[in-house]
């Protein structure tokens, strides 16, 4: 935890006088307290995240059924072909 009193009375001691070293802590406390997140904040951030999650999921399940499908009509395709050149070469004896 940041302790201000004791920032500001190390910096008088290294011979920064009294008012700088009070804007010098003050500016770093508005720098810790902007970047912080509060608890309700991270809360918000997490249920957001895993929203995301879950969208991104059903799509990949969704990506994952469409290749299946075109896969197993390129195999079907592939077979008729198949089946078809072997019948020619069997007609053409």
């Known amino acids: 935890m940041f302790n201000a009193l004791r920032y500001i009375k190390n910096l008088e001691a290294t011979g920064i006088p009294r008012n700088q070293a009070e804007a010098q802590v003050q500016l770093v406390l508005d720098a810790i307290e902007g970047e912080v997140a509060t608890k309700t904040e991270f809360s918000e951030f997490r249920a957001e995240v895993k929203k995301d999650l879950a969208e991104v999921r059903t799509d990949m399940v969704r990506l994952e059924n469409r290749l299946i499908l075109k896969l197993g009509g390129l195999v079907l395709?592939?077979?008729?072909?198949?089946?078809?050149?072997?019948?020619?070469?069997?007609?053409?004896?």
């Open 77 to 93: 395709t592939c077979m008729t072909l198949q089946i078809g050149v072997i019948g020619f070469l069997i007609h053409l004896k």
